[in-house]
């Protein structure tokens, strides 16, 4: 290039004599000066430019992605240069949205992008490590002894020598181990708990497997081989929205986020996009450019307020009474005034709103009771199969009819084909009062509410009362019914001509419930904001056809009532006729991971190839048991009742309605017995019994007892913990100090007191003496350090997610893609996979003497998606039935424990996959064809006893199997689902997937790109033809039931519990006031507490929220540098300066706090986007980094979860009933956190390590 | 008019998430190795806030860029280059480490090292300058999402010049991101700065770099940059800086800041200029001219004339090409959505931002007017919840008028095309009163919501 000389411009320089300098300085150089002496210009040979070429040069790029906790499934790129993993960069080669859609590229956030600093950090964990204390002991014992399950035998019997090691954990002294020796001890520890305490005394814990199937299915498949449990996480972590189960019958199914792009209103609710779904936040940017109006409801001035037309700060918590009151709106104006024709049908075929309720007079007024069903009607119809399950509608002329599609239609042969929407020629009655034979009957019932203030002076009396508002009636059979949708009106306040009770005057009436005016009081969200928003939500839906959207999260997830606040959100969406159509609904976003390829992961994972079912356990419950929060608990049962309530949880506590709930076969619980469930067997096959009667007859004679009723008993503690992919001690666990206390016998900085006197449970065994440290052996598989690595015994060093195969999806995209080593795994690491073989393969060796083939008795619990569902007709609770396994209590199955054959089995695919088939939400799925393609395709055994098997003795075999066995990976299977709901259904379903019959998507296929999955009955929406995914599009356009009662949305719920909680309906509850309930300070209380070290200081009591942090993924990522250079650099809490004038405390500096539960000690971040009152400590911050003691404890200070603890909700335990009976990880109690209440004090500047 | 060709970038930060994906991924390609472990050649900052450097706006302190002396002309803030040789040795208009952050590392290895003991063991902080324990006090982005902000608010160079009071408290809360690199300023201060003549423009597509075998480490370009934006490698003892990933540039990728942006919100593009008007154009009298100004010396690249000036500089025939395409030009240009970042500063900077668009504030929606219906958002545009004031603060040198004018668009945009999502048909009048036809509203849609990857760069 040549430059021609200018000479129309000036030089704009300072001075001549500067420009003459400049000018002879230009001839020291090459290049070319500016003709105004500005700026120098260089071309070509520019030596000085080779640092950064060479900089931005690498040998390969290898595609993976992160195997972390988060629902980003985001495909990078990861540079490699020397065999050196230098950095990573995002993968931009998804499939094209279309031409009229932002694209997913370029999927990933910060965190992802500062992975590659674990790879060769100081953190990095590169070889087995044993705590030394326990190694020496064990090598002393072994060789005296000379075999490893003996040695771990004596060593574990021996109090002194166990609570050494016990004492230890958590305090340093690890020591590098050789692989063997690590391996034999963990085996042998496998081994020796299965023989003497039995299989279910072994727990594994591991989440989220849809960020890497392999590597969670191999344990979860060792653990399923050995009969061990796995401890759920969805409901542990409080991301599942119970509300979900409850009202859809679905453990969560929502829209990807290509799928906002679609909505023309969005409510971001509780759900702070930016900072919890990074990759997908810009699909709600650049639809507010398509004109999509944009609401943020938060306490805070959260992140993605910046993009919110309007923002909504009601207290935390309360939010239920917002969602009441915009609901009162819509019922009154939409529904109402005006009935709009769209959401009108729509209630009426896709929700519970016109079914009949049956009324039960209470004192002078009526109550909800149950729904009314043909068994209800008498005569012929009463006769049919499943009567009490098949619900009624009344017609145009207020005849009782039995609409197809309720759950007595979906498993009976008689009513093949009628499991569907269809509702032919009828036209049911949404209101009795619509009737045309309606002359004016009603009758007044009482509603609880929640939102009572108490008393003065009864403060322990809680807030609760009632009130009185009228239904129209009609009676069926002589029995008083109404329909859901007038009791919905009753219970939203909204009325009308002639109906008896209490109705508000108008929209700025605060004393009634429902209203505006009435919620503002609570929440402090302008009356006139709720009423507008409610408003404009609605007539958005009706204007775009139910494109109105509520993305929901932790926000409003993580609160002891959040079932109630969510059904809450779920009736505005429902209402609204926005359920099942693309850009609408709901989209709960917390922790909600997508395996997509459902079917091939759950036969993997669970081993059911060759052993069913599996010992799934609801964490929460698990965790609440074996760290013994239960002694501190007492949380009176009935102090959580309506007002209307019968009395069936007078004088017991959750943990009372914990043991209900096992011993009717509710919920699952493990370990089961107080008896090793192998010796069960035995001893039931040497008294000449069959096993199940056995357990049955000792039930009933008192020889045998549930364990959940004396979990301190040593024969019940679970002994060995195996921990991978998860960081147990520093993230999830919801009472972090009570772990550490009871669960692992090391120092803690628990202060509550034990429950005393009627407080403490009345079914659970009190021992005076709690246990500390009940696990024998804590064994966790990591690639960095966390809380759970330090206090473990053994830990394994793991591969990172840049060092081995896998797969990954999420709901947030359509795609699978694949995780790829890009180095091997350096050092002595081992994959997830290597590891759980390794360990198979020792017990193999030591099973031989020590186990054999065994049989083992399993309590399974009854089952969601199957006539287990069918248990407790009108979910009635029956006290005088006899123990009938699978109705009344769990069923009871034997199975047969080869572990000589354990490792055999890991790596090969059992037969029961092509004897039994492969069930998913009850459809069949018949692999016959698939497994003799993987017999060529992966391999066969080519000796030992499963000689012909498929192989999956590697992880890509693995991942081949999932694909292959997956309807959304797998077009045959797809359609062979369809046409097996078809025949259910009578509705035509396979025309989703029948285009794709002949495709297969292969590893190699997601190795070299992302890949659209196709159209599957394991799920409710469709991709069909390219479109987003939404949940529920098949229910809607295809008339195929939601998996209910009714087969509809539920609005109602009439299980007895549910009554008794006084949740029948959505209803507003508040947080739980834990002053009332434990007696903690009261939010906004300077009075002194007295804790060790606070004399002298303000305190200060505030709410402890603790939401998803900007820098980290629940633990990870918290301790990579690059994060903590763009934060703080250590934990801190936010708070709002009101709160830290109270206490005197400025930016920066650290501060105490301190509850009941434990202590955190972190520095202050003050800022005025955060509400006085309130402060947050940002989930997950570990114990790990810039962590000092605490003054209150002297120990090292706790992780965020220090300040929190386990508390039950009777409603979560229900079972055994229509869409409220048990699936793993779709319904159990919460491990909610939010409600909790701490005090804050400034504390000394000066902090030891 | 001796055209030239400017590698540009436009950010759109009313699609800002904040998320630091950019910032990440920079530092991990370019500056994570010792003697600059405190560089970020890309940061993203919370406004209001200070920034990184802190403060590094205020150039009544820092005296970077450029200023019009009485004659006209331009001066170098710091002082002209006789008096840089004087103080060569002693420069002492340098941000200090504190002013960035004193980089840090922990005690990582006593998580699996530390010996049996009575507590659980922990990775204590310790300075990366020193290897001595230290409290963290500072670091690349402290007040991010306004933490700190009664410490730091008060700092922020535009609130300081605000006429309008914006209070710190909560139901006034307001924040942005603002992601920065360098500018790769037509009128580079640094450049100009330099006394080894080691700092450079790229002739064939203006990007300014250091020479690394030339700089002498005299620092006089990281006082001459009023961004910041060159850095001091105390390893090397050289200069550092973006250099808009031109390894990458040349071979056809984006640069990596503009690949990874999660929030899709960074065009690239060329842009061809007239040299010789740049020096006038950065001498212009009025501050507030020079946003205009800058417009003028941008050659429209579909002119037969600017080709034809073009084509006799020996600009490639793809590079025209490149320019013709050039999302850059567009939004700069045509629909006039992009501003650049303190244009007082007088180095015409071409690195450009669409300035965000916040809602109005509750009294307009709650006189029980919609604040999205299009004339109520134009009447109510001065009461957005970010002040216009403080974004004029950082893009046009004060002048509201131009920032005004921006945000009205995008609302009008929002507006105008809510009437096709809902079917509810094209309200040209929407467009008009923006002085806009509805086609050119749906292709600056179609360019700043679908924003192809093709599109982008």
């Known amino acids: 290039m040549s430059h021609a000389p200018s000479t129309s411009s000036q030089p704009a320089n300072d001075g001549p004599l500067a420009d003459s300098l400049l000018r002879m300085g230009r001839f020291l150089r090459r290049g070319e000066v500016s003709e105004d002496m500005r700026s120098l210009f260089l071309e070509g040979g520019r030596q000085g430019d080779i640092f950064y070429r060479d900089r931005w040069s690498h040998d390969k790029v290898v595609r993976s992605t992160h195997g972390v906790n988060c629902t980003g499934s985001c495909s990078w790129k990861v540079y490699v240069k020397d065999g050196i993993i230098t950095w990573e960069t995002q993968q931009t080669d998804y499939p094209s949205v279309g031409p009229d859609s932002p694209e997913y590229e370029p999927r990933g956030c910060p965190r992802g992008a500062a992975f590659s600093w674990y790879t060769y950090s100081p953190t990095r964990v590169r070889y087995p490590y044993i705590r030394g204390t326990l190694l020496a002991m064990y090598r002393e014992a072994k060789e005296r002894l000379g075999d490893p399950v003996l040695a771990w035998a004596e060593l574990t019997a021996d109090p002194e020598a166990s609570a050494r090691y016990r004492r230890a954990r958590g305090k340093g002294g690890l020591v590098r181990a050789t692989w063997d020796e690590a391996a034999e001890i963990v085996a042998a520890a496998h081994v020796h ?46 991301d599942l929205p119970v509300a979900s189960p409850q009202v859809f019958g679905d453990q969560t199914d929502v829209p990807e986020s290509a799928d906002w792009w679609n909505a023309s209103y969005l409510m971001m609710w509780g759900s702070n996009v930016p900072v919890t779904r990074t990759p997908d936040a810009h699909f709600m940017t650049e639809a507010r450019y398509r004109g999509q109006k944009v609401i943020t409801v938060s306490p805070d001035y959260a992140d993605n307020t910046k993009f919110a037309d309007e923002w909504l700060a009601p207290h935390p918590g309360t939010d239920g009474a917002l969602a009441m009151a915009m609901g009162h709106v819509i019922l009154k104006e939409f529904l109402v005034d005006r009935r709009t024709p769209r959401f009108a049908s729509y209630l009426k075929q896709f929700a519970d709103a016109p079914y009949l309720i049956a009324l039960e007079e209470r004192g002078d007024a009526w109550v909800p009771g149950k729904f009314l069903t043909a068994a209800d009607l008498g005569g012929f119809g009463a006769k049919v199969a499943n009567a009490s399950f098949k619900t009624v509608v009344l017609n145009q002329q207020s005849e009782p009819v039995v609409p197809n599609g309720s759950l007595g239609h979906r498993f009976g042969p008689d009513d093949e084909g009628l499991w569907n929407l269809d509702l032919g020629d009828v036209d049911p009655l949404l209101s009795i009062s619509d009737g045309a034979v309606w002359r004016g009957a009603s009758v007044a019932v009482d509603l609880p509410r929640f939102d009572v203030a108490p008393e003065p002076g009864a403060e322990h009396e809680g807030g609760a009362g009632s009130v009185r508002r009228g239904v129209p009636v009609a009676t069926v059979e002589g029995t008083t019914v109404t329909t859901v949708f007038d009791l919905l009106l009753a219970q939203y306040g909204v009325g009308r001509e002639g109906l008896p009770g209490e109705w508000p005057t108008g929209y700025d009436d605060a004393s009634s419930p429902g209203t505006p005016a009435w919620q503002e009081e609570i929440t402090s969200v302008p009356a006139e904001k709720a009423e507008r928003i409610g408003r404009e939500f609605a007539d958005n839906a009706e204007r775009s056809g139910g494109r109105s959207m509520i993305l929901m999260g932790a926000g409003t997830n993580h609160w002891f009532h959040s079932d109630t606040i969510y059904r809450t959100f779920l009736a505005l969406t429902t209402m609204t006729g926005c359920q099942g159509v693309n850009g609408g609904g709901w989209a709960h976003y917390v922790g909600q991971e997508k395996v997509r390829p459902l079917t091939g992961y759950n036969q993997y994972s669970s081993a059911a190839d060759w052993v069913r079912p599996a010992r799934n356990m609801i964490g929460t419950a698990f965790w609440y048991l074996a760290t013994d929060q239960w002694r501190y608990d007492g949380l009176p049962a009935d102090q959580l009742a309506s007002p209307l309530a019968k009395g069936l949880f007078a004088g017991r506590t959750t943990a009372d309605c914990l043991v209900e709930s096992t011993k009717r076969g509710w919920m699952p619980s493990y370990p089961t017995f107080d008896r090793n469930p192998l010796d069960l067997v035995d001893e039931a096959r040497a008294a000449g019994a069959e096993p199940a009667q056995y357990v049955i007859d000792s039930l009933n004679d008192g020889t045998l007892h549930y364990s959940v009723e004396d979990p301190d008993a040593p024969e019940n503690f679970p002994r060995v913990l195996n921990v991978w992919r998860a960081n147990i001690l520093g993230s999830s666990g919801k009472g972090n100090e009570y772990f550490l206390k009871h669960l692992l016998g090391t120092d803690a900085a628990v202060r509550a007191p034990e429950a005393e006197g009627d407080r403490r449970p009345r079914d659970i065994r ?33 591969a990172t997610w840049y060092e081995k195969y896998d797969l ?59 006539p287990d569902a069918m248990a407790t007709p009108h979910g009635t609770v029956r006290d005088d039935a006899p123990l009938v396994p699978g109705v009344t209590m769990p069923k009871l199955v034997v199975v047969e424990r080869d572990y ?55 992880d890509a075999r693995a991942c081949e199997l999932i694909l292959a066995l997956s309807g959304t990976t797998n077009g045959r299977l797809a359609v062979q689902g369809f046409r097996q709901l078809e025949q259910r259904t009578g509705q035509e379903l396979a025309s989703l997937a029948v285009d794709h019959e002949g495709s297969r998507i292969t590893f190699p296929d997601v190795q070299s790109r992302p890949v659209s999955v196709i159209t599957s009955p394991e799920w409710s929406g469709s991709e069909h033809g390219g479109r987003r995914y939404s949940a529920f599009t098949v229910n809607v356009e295809h008339k195929k039931p939601w998996h209910t009662l009714t087969g509809r949305m539920h609005f109602f719920l009439d299980h007895d519990w549910m009554a008794e909680l006084g949740e029948n309906l959505p209803v507003y509850r508040p947080p739980l006031d834990l002053h009332r309930l434990y007696g903690d300070a009261r939010v906004g209380s300077t009075e002194p507490t007295g804790a060790p070290g606070s004399e002298g200081h303000a305190e200060v009591a505030v709410r402890y929220l603790t939401p998803h942090s900007k820098w980290s993924i629940h633990s990870e990522y918290q301790d990579n540098l690059f994060m903590l250079s763009l934060s703080r650099g250590g934990p801190t809490i936010w708070m709002s300066p009101q709160d830290a004038a109270k206490i005197g405390v400025r930016d920066n500096e650290w501060i105490e706090s301190y509850n009941r539960n434990g202590v955190v000690v972190a520095r202050a971040i003050v800022s005025h986007r955060m509400p006085e009152g309130t402060v947050f400590m940002y989930h997950a911050k570990d114990r790990t980094v810039d962590v000092p003691r605490t003054e209150t404890s002297g120990l090292r200070g706790g992780i965020h979860n220090s300040l929190t603890r386990v508390l039950l909700k009777p409603s979560h335990l229900i079972g055994g009933y229509a869409q409220l009976s048990f699936a793993f990880n779709y319904l159990g109690p919460t491990g909610n956190q939010r409600d909790e209440v701490t005090v804050i004090r400034r504390r000394s500047q000066e902090v030891t390590y | 008019m001796k055209v030239m060709a400017q590698m540009s970038m436009v950010m759109n930060l009313d699609k800002c998430i904040g998320c630091h994906t950019c910032s990440v991924t920079c530092k991990q390609a370019w500056t994570n190795r010792s003697g600059v472990e405190y560089v970020w050649f890309n940061n993203v900052e919370t406004r209001p806030g200070i920034g990184y450097p802190r403060g590094y706006e205020d150039q009544e302190k820092w005296q970077g860029g450029w ?167 105390h390893k090397t003892g050289k200069a550092e800086k973006c250099t808009l990933c031109y390894p990458r540039l040349e071979v056809g990728l984006p640069t990596v800041c503009s690949e990874t942006c999660v929030g899709r919100l960074r065009y690239l593009g060329l842009v061809l200029y007239d040299a010789d008007q740049v020096a006038t154009a950065a001498a212009v009298k009025d501050e507030k001219d020079l946003l205009d100004a800058q417009r003028s010396v941008f050659l429209d690249p579909h002119d037969p004339a600017v080709v034809e000036a073009a084509r006799a500089e020996g600009i490639p025939e793809d590079w025209i090409e490149a320019a013709q395409a050039s999302p850059i030009w567009r939004l700069i240009n045509d629909y006039k959505v992009a501003l650049p970042l303190h244009p007082e500063y007088r180095t015409m900077p071409m690195v450009w931002y669409i300035p965000p668009l916040s809602p109005v504030v509750d009294v307009v929606a709650s006189s029980g007017n919609d604040g999205e219906d299009a004339p109520t958002l134009f009447a109510a545009i001065d009461k957005l919840r970010i002040p216009i004031e403080y974004l004029a603060g950082l893009f046009t040198a004060g002048d509201v008028a131009p920032v005004e004018g921006v945000l009205r668009r995008l609302a009008a945009m929002r507006s105008y095309m809510r009437g096709i999502n809902l079917d509810e048909g094209r309200d040209e009048e929407i467009a008009n009163a923006v002085d806009m036809t509805g086609t050119e509203i749906e292709e600056m849609y179609r360019l700043l919501a679908i924003a192809k990857y093709e599109d982008r760069y």
């Open chain 1, 193 to 238: 708990t299965i023989k003497r305490y039995g299989p279910d005394r072994v727990a594994g814990f591991s989440p989220i497997p849809a960020m890497s199937m392999v590597s969670h299915g191999v344990g979860a498949r060792f653990m399923n081989l050995i009969g061990g449990t796995m401890q759920s996480f969805y409901d542990w972590y409080a």
């Open chain 1, 808 to 866: 990954s999806s999420t709901d947030m995209h359509p795609f699978v893609h694949s995780f790829n080593p890009a180095i091997k795994p350096p050092w002595q690491t081992k994959t997830d996979f290597d590891i759980f073989h390794t360990i198979a393969a020792r017990m193999s060796e030591m099973a031989v003497e020590h186990l054999g083939v065994r049989h083992d008795l399993v309590a399974v619990p009854l089952m969601h998606d199957t």
């Open chain 2, 67 to 233: 200023v019009r002396n009485k004659r006209g002309r331009l001066s170098l803030k710091a002082g002209g280059r006789l008096s840089k040789f004087a103080r060569i040795f002693s420069n002492p208009k340098l941000p200090e480490i504190h002013d960035y952050y004193e980089p840090w590392t922990y005690e990582y290895d006593m998580l699996l090292n530390a010996p049996a003991g009575e507590h659980t063991p922990v990775a204590k902080p310790k300075s990366l300058l020193d290897g001595r324990d230290m409290k963290i006090e500072w670091s690349a982005n402290w007040d991010d999402n306004l933490g700190g902000s009664g410490e730091t608010m008060h700092d922020d160079p535009i609130l300081k010049h605000m006429s309008e009071h914006v209070a710190s408290e909560f139901e006034q809360t307001f924040m942005f991101y603002l992601p920065r690199i360098c500018e790769h300023c037509l009128n580079p201060s640094c450049v100009a700065s330099c006394p080894s003549g080691a700092m450079y423009k790229r002739v064939e597509d203006g990007i300014v770099l250091v020479d690394q075998d030339a700089c002498r480490g005299w620092r006089m370009c990281v006082t001459g940059c009023p961004y910041k934006k060159v850095y001091f490698n």
């Open chain 1, 766 to 798: 009190w021992r005076d003496d709690a246990p500390i440290g009940k696990l024998d052996l804590l064994v966790t598989t990591d690639f960095r350090m966390t809380s759970t690595t330090l206090f473990s015994d053994i830990v394994f060093p793991a």
């Open chain 1, 900 to 954: 000589p054959a354990l490792a055999a089995r890991l790596g090969s695919l059992g037969p029961l996959t092509t004897k039994l088939g492969m069930v998913t939400k009850g459809v069949t799925f018949d692999p016959t064809p698939e497994v003799e393609q993987l017999k060529a395709s992966n391999g066969v055994v080519t000796s030992g006893p499963n000689i012909g098997a498929v192989r999956l003795d590697t």
